[in-house]
């Protein structure tokens, strides 16, 4: 009863008020030699409270754990967006949700970008992602911002969260939502070669306004979401979310070859459903298939008139989608496998939309809301059977589990599990690393900080380069 009075009592939402600098912090066990790199992570941090702002458009704070020879250092920073300068300077809140202005904002303030939502590392540039701008840089050792990166002028507008990085050839395939202003249906979708040049930017509509946060990348084809959190320009402007869920409107992916165009694209429909994000696709033959984490209904977001959505509908289950490509049907498949609901999906990045043989994702308390309620992690194989499974002291929470391979040359999956742990009854959070083989064990090391780390989306590890 006392543990789930703590659960109750506490979350670890709320931001952090303040920046730091850690460079020695206490180690329980011992850090794997090989490990010598930095995990970053990203997540909403907002500096000023916003009335009704909706969680997802907080500030984005990095926070920045660097292993080195079995030490261990923290540095988080705000990212310093023209939105951020703005309200600094302000010393208030002057935008609400999605980019909304405050009605006593300045009426010249045009952006409300947070780059709260992933930050990865290509072409030897560091970049903090959210949905609706282009890439933020960040300076990899000061986690200074360095201002938006829109590839020589050749891509604008919006930029996903969700970039995918071909394994084999360097490129990052990208799309954005949005793609012809706010609340529009319009998608971008392009690529950026290894060496970080643009090679291809276009757009094309969708069948309606969607909040796509995630996508699908095979070697060949790429395949668009189109679900029903739906975008309305008219809501908006008479007060109502923005974002809600719309089941009527169906479900839709689109199929597009990566070599092929938006007026190229194949839609295919299956039952209503949403799904924030994907694990791994692959091709076998004239088959697509996508694991995904599936939900029968949205969490965070209500209906249009503001009535909430099914709470016990709105789990993600591990999901596996189907696609035929003979021509001999419009729908796909969509197959659970796995009763137990999870976030947050990864898997070893080098078999990134091929065939792969290990996944990894945070699961779920499901008497608790989806969110906030990570208790703990499972290793699975390529049919989505449970190899592994780890559940952490009662209250506790975990953030996304990022895979980092022991060696370039070694095989799939051998390598650790870092997350970011909330330790509820002392508030404060540990980087937990797990043997990513045998999660069952329990975490090797513990690096241990004096504060929280607040729930977050996205991390991504970087090596010493």
């Known amino acids: 009863m006392q543990q789930d009075a703590i659960a109750e009592r506490r979350n670890n939402v709320a931001p952090i008020p303040f920046e730091a600098d850690a460079p020695f912090l206490k180690i329980v066990g011992e850090l794997p030699r090989e490990l010598n790199g930095t995990l970053y992570r990203n997540g909403p941090n907002p500096q000023f409270d916003s009335p009704g702002a909706h969680w997802f458009v907080g500030d984005g704070m990095l926070h920045a754990f660097h292993l080195e020879n079995g030490r261990a250092g923290y540095r988080n920073r705000w990212i310093r967006t023209p939105k951020w300068l703005a309200e600094h300077e302000a010393g208030r809140a002057l935008f609400g949700g999605f980019g909304r202005k405050l009605p006593d904002a300045p009426q010249n303030l045009s952006d409300g970008g947070v780059a709260n939502t992933n930050i990865i ?42 970039p995918k990085i071909d394994p084999v050839t360097g490129e990052l395939v990208f799309f954005g939502y949005n793609a012809a202003g706010p609340l529009t249906s319009a998608l971008s979708y392009g690529a950026i070669d290894a060496s970080g040049k643009a090679t291809r930017f276009e757009r094309f509509e969708a069948p309606y306004a969607s909040m796509v946060h995630d996508f699908i990348v095979t070697e060949n084809h790429v395949l668009f979401p189109i679900l029903p959190i739906t975008g309305s320009m008219d809501r908006a402007m008479k007060g109502k979310p923005p974002y809600a869920w719309e089941p009527e409107k169906g479900a839709y992916v689109g199929v597009m070859r990566r070599n092929g165009s938006g007026k190229d694209i194949v839609w295919f429909r299956a039952e209503t459903c949403y799904v924030f994000h994907v694990m791994n696709a692959w091709e076998d033959g004239d088959r697509i298939v996508a694991d995904v984490m599936q939900f029968e ?16 509908k709105s789990f993600a289950r591990h999901c596996r989608w189907t696609f035929d490509l003979s021509g001999n049907t419009d729908s796909f498949q969509q197959t659970y496998l796995d009763d137990l609901t999870g976030e947050f999906p990864r898997i070893d990045d080098r078999r990134a939309g091929l065939k792969s043989r290990h996944g990894w994702y945070a699961c779920a308390n499901p008497k608790l809301p989806m969110f906030g309620a990570l208790s703990g992690i499972v290793h699975v194989d390529g049919n989505g059977k449970r190899l592994g499974h780890y559940l952490l002291p009662a209250g506790d929470t975990t953030s996304e589990p990022v895979f980092v391979e022991r060696s370039k040359d070694a095989a799939e999956g051998d390598g650790w599990l870092l ?47």
């Open 121 to 162: 590392f290509h072409a030897g540039k560091l970049l903090a992602l959210e949905e609706l701008h282009p890439p933020t840089e960040i300076e990899p050792g000061t986690l200074a911002t360095r201002g938006y990166h829109n590839y020589q002028g050749r891509i604008a507008g919006s930029f996903t969260a969700h």
């Open 419 to 465: 997350a970011v742990v909330w330790r509820a009854r002392e508030n404060r959070s540990d980087l937990a690393v797990f043997n990513a083989g045998d999660v069952e064990a329990g975490p090797v090391a513990l690096v241990q900080l004096g504060h929280r780390v607040p729930d977050g989306f996205h991390g991504n590890w970087v090596g010493t380069q």
């Open 297 to 312: 209904e949205a969490p965070l977001f209500t209906h249009p008139d503001g009535t909430p959505t099914n709470p016990n």
